[in-house]
């Protein structure tokens, strides 16, 4: 298939100002608004939607990640926007990206421009690996668009125009996320049976909840955790690094969330016999209390599965966070496809599929 000749715009880097006060700030806060804008076209809802104040702060310098950010824009109006992620830990060889336009101007050679931008910013930094992630809604009935399956045997997703851009550019599917939600005024009921389950099964752990920053007590076990996301979660046939957490980058990643405004609330099961975290599940708002709860990690340890802790800690939390924020009446949480034994818990709780994740992976030459 030919590529079209883009059309006229320009890839802008992006600034990325002190404060939203500063002078500079116009550009950032745009890419926000555009964010907003492409999400709400593909998902028809603002359960991913943020503002520039809770974002600011994830786009600061961080010693654990380069964050590479551009703007597209196209007769002076920002129409999308570019970020490139690259994780600082030593010996990595892999980067991870996304390229967002609004539909008014896809289709027209922009994304493969933008695309020859960040495979060479990737090249320059020494990457060998680029992954990328895409929903990829459910087309119309009868519409006629093949489906793509998963090698891993679980999920798949529409040939749509994602799938296609990431199969020109020469990527892989390597693994479908499911994007569920939870009415949450629904699920109560169910929840506090499931919780009453879990705890009677879970002799010899004791659930511990707190709102950031890590107490003290559990700064240095919460980080093991926090590390063993990168090794213990379901990754078919993506890279990732094996991440390093210590207390100090669990200080920085918990300074980020309270800069931008954003009640977390971590729930975590500890190993009574050695006071350690070895699950956690992490609720997260933003400043509208009335907006869509967003579910970040959970995990259990691999050596502490079989206890049901991924129920308890999934129940207290949506039982606490009730509590906490009742005008928040929708939880949204993402997950492999293959991980039947977390998807188990959702479906139980109450969740429901919202849509699918297509993941992405291409070697670099």
Known sequence: MTTPTALHHELRPLTVPASL????????????????????????????????????????????????????????HVVGRAILDVPQEEGSIVAYWIIELLERVQGQGIGSAVHSTIQ???????????????EHPEPRPGSGIRRLAAPTGFGEIPEDRPARFYLRHGYALEQVDRKSVLDVEASLPRVRQLSAEARAHAEGYRVEQWSLPTPTPYQESF?????????????????????????????????????????????????????????????????????????MDTLVLREHRGHRLGQLIKCAGILRWHEMLPESTRILTFNAEENRPMLDINERLGFEPGAYIGAWKKGLS
């Open 21 to 76: 006060d500063a002078a500079d700030a116009a550009d950032f806060i745009a890419m926000i608004a555009v964010r907003n804008e492409i999400y709400r076209e593909i998902s028809h809802n603002d359960d991913e939607a943020a503002t520039p104040e809770q974002l600011l702060p994830h786009f600061a310098p961080d010693p654990d990640n380069e964050k590479l950010s551009w703007i597209v824009v196209v007769d002076g």
């Open 120 to 134: 060479a910013a990737a090249r320059s930094r020494g990457r060998r690996i680029l992954q990328s992630w895409a």
């Open 223 to 295: 980080a093991w955790a926090k590390s063993r996301m990168s090794t213990d979660a379901p990754a078919a046939g993506l890279d990732f690094d094996e991440e390093t957490w210590d207390v100090e980058r669990l200080a920085r990643h918990d300074a980020r969330m309270v800069e931008g405004g954003q009640t977390v609330l971590v729930t975590a099961a500890i190993h009574e016999a050695t006071g350690a975290v070895v699950a956690f599940n992490e609720l997260c708002s933003g400043v509208d209390e009335t907006a869509t709860t967003q579910q």
